[in-house]
């Protein structure tokens, strides 16, 4: 069991859809960070969040962090295909710890 | 400046060969990692350096072998590896060990 849990695994969309993609753990992180892949290429950090309720908004992409920050929300409004991507989160526990990664969610947008 | 840069971008080499994966970073962070990553799966992490000191191994074949020359500098040397060892090599770094980390584009390595 990962200690970051991704839903869903695989997400195939029509452009223009509006879509989320789910973070959650059993264990509270002093910040979490969600990145984007492409095939090939190494991750891109898009957001970290730090405090438990907040909300992160990026262009079309609108990140949360559950209120007890053991959660994490990433939704994308009419999602276009360069949106297509591996969606990453990943986690620190408390001060020293490694940054723990989710399994990935796979995001494929139709055009 | 966020960039990590990362070299080769490409590499093929052959189970009794040597070669060197590179990375840089300007930032001036003091941790650096290397990540392996295979198809369709998150990266793994390999080791850390956090103050040019190796922080982290975790369990990884002595085949591969990290080095540090300095606070900008990491270096993955490879001797002898396997078919399987064939994946998607990142480099990252961040101001320290917890905090958010910037990667490279990562070395596609194959082992023929």
């Known amino acids: 069991t990962q200690l970051l849990e991704q839903s869903p695994q695989f997400l195939s969309i029509q452009e223009g859809e509006n879509l989320t993609v789910y973070c959650n753990s059993s264990?509270?992180?002093?910040?979490l960070q969600w990145y984007r892949q492409e095939p090939g290429e190494g991750p891109v950090l898009l957001v970290t969040?730090?405090?438990?309720?907040e909300v992160k908004k990026l262009k079309r992409l609108t990140f949360q962090f559950g209120d007890a920050r053991k959660d994490s929300s990433l939704h994308i409004t009419a999602a276009q295909p360069g949106d297509t991507g591996l969606y990453l989160c990943a986690g620190a526990l408390n001060a020293g710890n490694m940054l723990t990664f989710g399994g990935g969610t796979r995001l494929m947008v139709k055009p | 400046d966020t960039e990590v840069t990362q070299t080769p971008k490409h590499l093929v080499m052959g189970m009794t060969n040597k070669k060197s994966l590179k990375c840089e970073q300007h930032m001036g962070h003091r941790a650096m990692y290397w990540y392996k990553q295979k198809a369709k799966k998150p990266p793994e992490l390999m080791f850390v350096y956090s103050y040019e000191k190796l922080s982290i191994n975790e369990s990884v074949p002595s085949r591969f072998s990290p080095e540090c020359p300095n606070s900008s500098l990491l270096n993955l040397h490879l001797h002898a590896l396997q078919p399987e060892d064939s994946a998607l090599y990142l480099c990252a770094s961040s101001q320290g060990p917890n905090y958010e980390q910037y990667f490279g584009p990562g070395t596609r390595l194959t082992v023929t």
């Open positions: 969040v730090v405090t438990g309720g």
């Open positions: 264990s509270v992180f002093s910040s």
